[in-house]
């Protein structure tokens, strides 16, 4: 006998929880805010926006189906069960904070603050999930099925992300190591720079934008469908030792960009999460290229 589906609520912390959780009560958070040109009031409108949205969408799951709440800092200690439905309720960027940790399960990204969200990732309002829920868990579900990046090190350590993974420094050092190719059609290159950017199509809307922006690149980046990544050197630092011709490209489904680390200490984290970050040193290579695993985002 089958289980009957789950659905799992995700949600975060408001910025009016974490004031009360830092400053005691209302009239403190308020003093505090006060003092630097803020208002408590928009803050907790906020705030009430989004308990409604979620206890909106709590309501509509179906009777016959269980349900759980699993908070953004408690993602990396849930277990999500093949017969779950995810329900994101907040920003698009709980949705990416969410993906690396499902295994195909489909997602509905419920807008929690609608008008305040480029609503890319929570494409749907809370009145609609009593009607969206039931329809994601059929087989007859229309989802768009979006690639993810990868970054998998010489000890088999794993990272998975949505729009972009990081490699670098976690401070303002210099990273350096040797970026290659794999399969490798150029010689690998010692380069010096303030870290690579690995991401997706979706991630193309966020930092790898802006990076591309920034150097007027006329690389085509990919849709968020699209099975290719784009990557990116950022401030790659010409000397005697290191080099700067190869700082930007493309990588297809089973090509990789390889980078051999040549510093004391570098970090690889997904989708702007420092906590949960690979930790690489001296002599390890760490390996980035599109992910086996999609994200199955319910329209």
């Known amino acids: 006998m089958s289980l009957a589906p789950r659905a799992v609520l995700v949600h975060r912390t408001t910025e009016y929880e974490e004031l009360l959780a830092r400053h005691g009560t209302h009239g403190q958070a308020a003093f505090f805010l006060s003092a630097r040109g803020r208002s408590v009031d928009a803050v907790r409108e906020r705030h009430e926006r989004a308990l409604r949205a979620l206890a909106e969408v709590a309501g509509a799951v179906p ?8 908070e953004r800092a408690d993602l990396d200690r849930f277990l999500f069960g093949p017969e779950d439905v995810v329900v994101v309720v907040g920003q698009d960027g709980l949705v990416a904070n969410a993906a690396k940790y499902l295994s195909g399960q489909p997602v509905v990204g419920i807008d929690a603050d609608p008008g305040r969200n480029p ?14 829920l039931p329809y994601a868990a059929g087989d007859a579900a229309m989802v768009d099925e979006l690639t993810m990046v990868e970054a998998v090190t010489d000890d088999a350590q794993r990272l998975l992300a949505l729009n972009e993974i990081y490699v670098g420094p976690r401070g303002h050092q210099t990273a350096r190591y040797t ?6 059609a150029v010689p690998p290159e010692p380069q010096a720079s303030s870290g690579v950017l690995v991401g997706t ?11 591309w922006e920034q150097r007027s690149s006329a690389l085509p980046l990919p849709s968020p469908a699209d099975a290719r990544l784009a990557w990116f050197v ?15 490209g493309l990588l297809d489904p089973g090509q990789g960009l390889r980078l051999t680390v040549e510093s004391d200490r570098l970090v690889a984290f997904g989708d702007g999460v420092e906590s949960d970050a690979l930790e690489l040193t001296w002599g390890q290579t760490v390996r ?3 992910a086996g695993p999609r994200l199955r985002l319910v329209h």
Do not use: I
């Not at 199509?201 to 990076?211: E, I």
């Open 201 to 211: 199509g979706t991630g193309a809307t966020g930092w790898l934008r802006s990076l």
């Open 288 to 290: 980035l290229s599109v």
């Open 234 to 248: 950022r401030e790659a630092w010409p000397s005697p030792t290191t080099g700067t011709s190869r700082v930007e």
């Open 63 to 70: 009777l016959t189906w269980r349900q759980t709440r699993v």
């Open 119 to 132: 609503g890319v990732l929570v494409r749907h309002r809370a009145d609609r999930a009593r009607r969206l």
């Open 179 to 184: 970026l290659d190719l794999d399969p490798r």
